[in-house]
């Protein structure tokens, strides 16, 4: 399937034929979404089902002062309907969700069907409604990955409350601060959550954030693992409810613009922002691209591998995935658990068609070597996606080689919490595939590459600058909670009349795009500007080492020195040795310019709970600058920053 030519795969015979779109289709129905969006987005808003069609399709504004997003404006209709009810009637007993425990060895997994999940969200909603919680009500969702969490997202949506989900990796503090952040009036929470064989103390740890919100605030406990927990009296067992709860409630009629759910960002860059997502565009949105990146068909079995409490679990493991009728995964557990072949194990035992995962867990699985994936049959995989990071060519070429057996697509997405799916992706039966970009905008997307000083649009090919989108697309969030201002001035600030992601990117010669990371992460050499991404990925290309974060310091020579922290594979020891061996490796992978001035040893880098590195961190421990880290409570092991404290590299 490789161009021997180049590093670069073009669609197989078979996905050309059978993919939703194949080159000539992306090109037509690309240019007729740019050219009348109106028609374009009015057609296809119709593939999900509204109680009161709209006539307005798109009513948006990037002006300086005014912005404001609105999609079928004045459409109404219902999130669960589209994603439960409507398919109770065609395919009733087809599986929805396959859920899959933390422990495949003392748990089976359930499979649950449309009208399975229909009686289970209804319970759910009419439990909701006897907390007190009506339309327009927050209620936060602090679950592990147990069907209960699609429940409760599903059921907050049946009776249009806002969800806001807080991912259980997080402390009592963080989570606190989202209850009181979007004034919840019920919390949702489970007895303890297994992940990776340990368990968190859920409830403990909701009780402890609890004790900093309004007393009104009431606990829904759902019991998963039956271990002790204390009770209050703003506690309600789940499943002593669920005993009496109606299997039938009726799901309320929205308007495409009321609030569907709040979700912060991971938190990479800084203060988290709380997100909003509107009902009628984004659920269009989530469900078009889960059907034409993924390129999914009836009948497929469809994995991602994100935790809902990231963007990525709700729009490609609910929203997405159930708004086209599919059959989705929810796994509970991490990728090493109880071994380095857990993912594979997964795939092959629910015959896994189209797996999606982020390069953080592709980057430790290659570090673990070959023979955990060649134990499985994959031979059901028809795709593979990556998300969350740019993706190193060896981690991309790990993944096609040995997963995929070099015959199984690679869909790299970049994406944002903020915009609710796929901004650039390829897609398997367009797409001539390059290892480590992301390549062409979703239908809809307007790209522009802007010089970040001037600000003015570059146009053309073979250039380079900062990632912008030229106008707005359904599934674009509308607002921060409870601060428009704050929305305005960090999305459209920076350049007038554009939607700014915060990300470099060059578009190639042929008019691909690369995400070349975070602008903040662009580091200027002796007046050479260059984006970390590019060392780090040099430096994972050594068959020695893991993974490796690059940041920037102040050089008294070079303005700014390369500093970079290295992870090594398992077996392998640090030396002086291989420090010079890895120098001599990126000048001769990228040129003298690219050399790290400091090589530190790191046994874990500092990451968010979905697995993206810190580079702020990274930046300030580089910079001898311990006391203002910032904000940490996204951090999944602060652990990890102690000893790259104890042990950062002298620059004398
Ligand atoms: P915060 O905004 O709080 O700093 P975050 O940006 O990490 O956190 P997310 O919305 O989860 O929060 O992540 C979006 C970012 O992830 C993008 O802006 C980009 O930097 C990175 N990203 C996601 N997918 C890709 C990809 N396929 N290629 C390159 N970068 C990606
Ligand atoms: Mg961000």
């Known amino acids: 399937m490789r161009d021997p030519m180049s590093n670069t795969y073009p669609p197989t015979d078979a996905f050309a034929k059978t993919a939703h779109a194949d080159a000539e289709t992306y090109a037509k129905m690309y240019a007729d979404s740019m050219a009348d969006p109106d028609a374009f987005w009015g057609e296809h808003g119709k593939r999900i089902d509204w109680i009161k069609p709209y006539s307005k399709v798109k009513n948006t504004s990037f002006a300086p002062g005014n912005v404001d997003i609105k999609w079928f404006e004045d459409g109404t209709l219902n999130v669960s309907a589209n994603c439960v009810d409507r398919h109770v009637e065609t395919r009733g007993d087809q599986t929805a969700i396959i859920w899959e425990p933390d422990d495949p060895n003392t748990t089976d997994a359930m499979h649950i069907t449309y009208r399975d999940l229909q009686t289970s969200v209804s319970k759910m909603a009419n439990i909701l409604q006897d907390l007190g919680v009506s339309k327009g009500d927050r209620v936060v969702i602090y679950l592990p990955m147990i069907p209960e969490a699609a ?357 190639d010669a042929d008019g691909d795009y690369w995400v070349t990371g975070r602008v903040d992460d662009v580091i200027n050499v002796s007046g050479h500007r260059m984006g970390t991404a590019e060392v780090e990925s040099a430096l994972v290309a050594h068959v020695k080492v893991a993974e490796a974060a690059v940041v920037g310091y102040p050089h008294d020579i070079k303005g700014q020195g390369i500093y970079a922290y290295v992870t090594l594979m398992n077996n392998e020891e640090p030396s002086e040795d291989l420090r010079k061996e890895l120098e001599k490796w990126v000048r001769s992978e990228i040129g003298p310019i690219a050399k790290p001035d400091l090589i530190q040893w790191a046994p874990g880098l500092p990451k968010t709970r979905s697995g993206k590195i810190m580079r702020r961190i990274l930046r300030k421990i580089a910079e001898d600058d311990f006391g203002a880290l910032g904000d940490t409570s996204t951090l999944a092991d602060p652990s990890v920053v102690e000893d790259l404290i104890e042990n950062r590299m002298n620059k004398s």
């Open 151 to 507: 429940y409760a997202m599903l059921a907050c949506t049946r009776i249009g409350a806002v969800h806001s989900i807080v991912f259980a990796g997080f402390s009592p503090d963080a989570l606190g601060a989202r209850i009181n952040g979007c004034d919840a009036k019920v919390v949702i929470t489970a007895d303890h959550a297994p992940r990776g064989g340990r368990s968190t103390p859920l409830k403990s740890n909701a009780d402890a954030a609890l004790l900093h919100c309004k007393e009104s605030v009431k606990c829904l406990v759902v019991k998963r693992t039956g271990e002790q927990t204390t009770w209050t009296d703003r506690d309600y067992s789940y499943n002593d409810m669920v005993l009496e709860a109606d299997d039938y409630q009726k799901p309320v009629e929205m308007a495409a613009e009321d609030p569907l759910f709040i979700l912060y960002t991971s938190g990479s860059t800084g203060q988290p922002k709380g997100v909003v997502h509107t009902t009628g565009g984004y659920l269009v949105y989530a469900a078009m691209t889960h059907e034409y990146t993924f390129d999914y068909h009836d009948g497929d079995v469809f994995w991602c591998t994100a935790d809902v409490g990231w963007v990525t679990g709700h729009s490609y493991i609910v929203y997405g995935p159930l708004a086209n009728g599919g059959t989705t995964i929810m796994f509970e557990g991490v990728p090493t658990y109880p071994d380095a072949g857990r993912f594979w194990e997964v795939c092959a035992k629910h015959k896994v068609n189209q797996f999606y995962t982020a390069p953080t867990a592709i980057r430790a699985l290659m570090a673990a070597g070959p023979e955990w994936v060649e134990k499985h049959d994959l031979s059901d995989l028809k795709l593979l996606g990556s998300v969350g990071e740019p993706i190193n060519p060896e981690a991309w070429n790990w993944y096609y080689n040995v997963v995929g057996k070099g015959n199984v697509p690679i869909v790299d997405t970049f994406w944002q919490t903020e915009t609710g799916g796929h901004m650039l992706t390829p897609l398997p039966g367009a797409t001539t595939l390059k290892p480590g970009a992301a390549q062409a905008p979703f239908f809809g997307v307007k790209p522009v590459v802007l010089d970040p000083q001037s600000g003015e649009e570059i146009h053309g090919n073979d250039v380079e600058g900062v990632l912008c989108i030229g106008d707005s697309w359904p599934g674009q969030m509308r607002t921060v909670w409870g601060d428009h201002e704050r929305f305005e001035k960090t999305y459209f600030g920076d350049y007038a009349g554009y939607y700014f992601s915060g990300d470099g990117c060059k578009r």
